[in-house]
């Protein structure tokens, strides 16, 4: 492993930033300017100190803080999420109830009523904890559909306030429905009247059950009759989190009742007689009380900053993203195969991809200075990546813009290493511009473009493609160092990434203009990934070649140099490797361990004996072909036998 300390003064955001300011001084968007920036972020997020931005490290928060600190001096709009840039969320979450959860309300006039928790009331499982003392709003069902011509929220100020909601939509049994009927819309879903209430500054919500929803033939017992909600719910509002309290019907009415309204019966046959709202602030009401929740797990971080678009097309939305996470100090995902602990620095994965994110952001913002572009423009560093494009998932069930004003998604993962002028972008088929578009601008910036119309695979722009939204992936190949320590940022091609950035702002700038959003397409099938085969092989010398130890022929036993479970039986899909000897003739072939081995020669091997009658036919020093699969991917190596 090559060492990667870098001098203090490097490691500070701020005087990173210092350094380029002789150049910055003379033209901030010239191809040194952007070349400079480039290697000291890329240098940076690839340094020891940030222990590879593996998800349990310190490293991954010092890179967190870092890609703010960038974002907001910027001067892009960093306070999306209750003030920060930082959109969090829990891997391997545990959700409990703490130990003091209460809640009093109090009608105009009348005398406080404590409710008891369990019977009355639950806090349910994406609610914020704290304490309460606050007026009281009922909202309706908590719905604003500018489609249906209904906003519950029309002409009310409902900021800090606890908003009285009713589950579900108007009209719930009516097929003719404006909000679907029987079949649930958009609006009646949980999170929507969450982040509905937040958007217009509610404290609080007390949620209910609406008529339609309550069970029938129930008896006189309210646990049957109007049952509590578990605390556990599929619904996720990220980390925008107010007090969420699910309430009995009978523990709101006396509110409505002391303002001198009707009971809930009521306003909810008012509601669906016209589909116009019967909201209102309940003057005089109060709920007090404490709210507590418990929370363990990893906490997560995606990076999100924004540049606000401008015109008829100003909430439309463009995303650029890339993750910032990598293999922390191996494990799992390491092709090194060794029980080593060792800092995977990950300089091309995903080191240079965020700073071709950073750099671009800087771009688009100066040159936007004065004019802010047509369409927003959301710049997201993604967490978790590695683990399963975690991060990614979570955005888009949890969107700081709605999906459906989301027009494309570019995503930048493992751009470091330009070979050849060979630049491939995946997802070209997912909308009808893009073949076009690609082309032209991978003649502008001399580039030979490889492009793949498909928009899935192992990275964060399948979590948009999935979601039928436009996808450009873009991307450099794998290599020999790829998920291993040796992915450093001396290997970087820190010139190529200054053009990849110039071609991506370009892309960016062409979609921000244009007259019409991307039309997304289908494309079936899928694509193969560049350089996956070379990576899989992979090395371990500093130089990225495999360390090979000449092999003399022998005049003793042939052997391969592995092992396997010995009486194991017979496995169609091949013979498992256990182990894998050291410098051996197997390792010198690139074998690894976890490898499946599917014919040696023409003979195929399903077990070690398999294994150990096929060696034989050969002899110490003699050439064997060895297939093998690995990660899914069908490979052919040539080793050469020691002997004993």
Not at 374 to 397: D, N, P, Q
């Amino acid at each position: 492993m090559l060492a990667r300390h870098l001098p203090h003064w490097l490691c500070c955001a701020g005087a990173v930033l210092s350094l380029a300011t002789p150049l910055l001084a003379q033209d901030p968007l010239s191809r040194e300017a952007i070349t400079l920036r480039l290697k000291q972020t890329s240098q940076y997020l690839a340094a020891d100190e940030l222990e590879g931005r593996g998800i349990n490290t310190a490293g991954i928060d010092k890179a967190a803080d870092y890609l703010a600190a960038e974002f907001t001096r910027m001067g892009l709009d960093t306070k999306r999420y209750q003030g920060t840039p930082f959109h969090t969320f829990y891997l391997g979450s545990r959700f409990g109830l703490g130990k003091t959860n209460s809640l009093v309300l109090t009608p105009a006039g009348g005398k406080p009523t404590e409710l008891a928790m369990g019977a009355d009331f639950t806090p349910l499982s994406l609610s914020g904890s704290g304490k309460l003392n606050l007026p009281v709003a009922f909202m309706g069902y908590g719905i604003t559909a500018p489609k249906h011509n209904y906003d519950d929220y029309a002409g009310i100020d409902v900021a800090g306030h606890a908003v009285i909601v009713l589950r579900n939509e108007p009209r719930k049994t009516d097929v003719n429905s404006p909000f679907d009927g029987a079949q649930p819309s958009e609006f009646a879903v949980l999170s929507h009247k969450v982040l509905n209430a937040i958007e217009h500054q509610a404290a609080a919500v007390l949620l209910v059950t609406d008529s339609a929803s309550l069970p029938t033939d129930a008896g006189d017992d309210p646990a049957k009759t109007d049952p509590l909600l578990p605390f556990l719910v599929k619904s996720n509002v990220g980390n925008r989190q107010i007090p969420i309290i699910h309430c009995r019907r009978a523990a709101v009415e006396p509110l409505l009742r002391s303002a001198g309204k009707l009971d809930l019966v009521t306003l909810e046959q008012g509601i669906d007689s016209d589909l116009k709202p019967r909201s209102m602030r309940l003057p005089g009401s109060l709920i007090a009380g404490e709210i507590s929740l418990v929370r363990t797990g990893t906490l997560l971080k995606n990076v999100i900053a924004v540049l606000p678009g401008s015109g008829p097309h100003a909430e439309e939305t463009l995303i650029l993203g890339a993750h910032y996470d990598h293999l922390g100090f191996g494990g799992a995902g390491s092709l090194a195969f060794t029980n080593k602990k060792e800092i995977h620095n990950g300089a091309d994965d995903n080191g240079s991809g965020t700073s071709v994110l950073i750099e671009a952001a800087r771009q688009l913002t100066l040159r936007h200075a004065k004019q802010p572009p047509a369409r927003r423009i959301v710049f997201i560093a993604f967490t978790a990546e590695e683990s399963g494009l975690i991060g990614s998932e979570r955005y888009v069930k949890d969107p700081l813009f709605p999906l459906n004003q989301t027009v494309a998604m570019l995503n930048l993962d493992m751009v470091g290493r330009l070979r050849q002028e060979r630049l491939t972008v995946y997802g070209t088929g997912t909308a009808t511009e893009f073949d076009p578009l690609i082309d032209r601008l991978g003649t502008k910036h001399a580039f030979s473009i490889v492009k793949k119309p498909g928009g899935y695979g192992p990275s964060d722009h399948a979590s948009f493609h999935q979601r039928s939204i436009p996808v450009l992936h873009f991307f450099t190949g794998l290599h020999k160092q790829y998920h291993r320590p040796e992915d450093d940022s001396d290997l970087l091609n820190v010139e190529g990434m200054t053009r990849i950035s110039q071609m991506v702002v370009d892309t960016i700038e062409e979609l921000a203009a244009a007259k019409q959003r991307p039309t997304p397409q289908k494309v079936s099938g899928s694509d193969d990934i560049e350089g996956l085969a070379e990576a899989l092989l992979g090395g371990t010398g500093d130089s990225g070649e495999t360390a090979r130890t000449p092999l003399k022929p022998g005049t003793g036993q042939p052997y391969l140099g592995l092992s396997s479970r010995k009486g194991a039986a017979p496995d169609d899909a091949g013979l498992k490797v256990e182990r894998v000897t050291r410098d051996g003739p197997a390792a010198n072939a690139g074998i690894r361990s976890g490898d499946l081995i599917l014919k040696i020669g023409a003979d195929p091997i399903h077990t070690f004996d398999d294994l150990t009658a096929t060696v034989k036919k050969f002899k110490s020093g003699q050439k064997v072909t060895v297939q093998l699969r690995r990660a899914g991917v069908d490979l052919e190596v040539e080793a050469t036998l020691g002997g004993r």
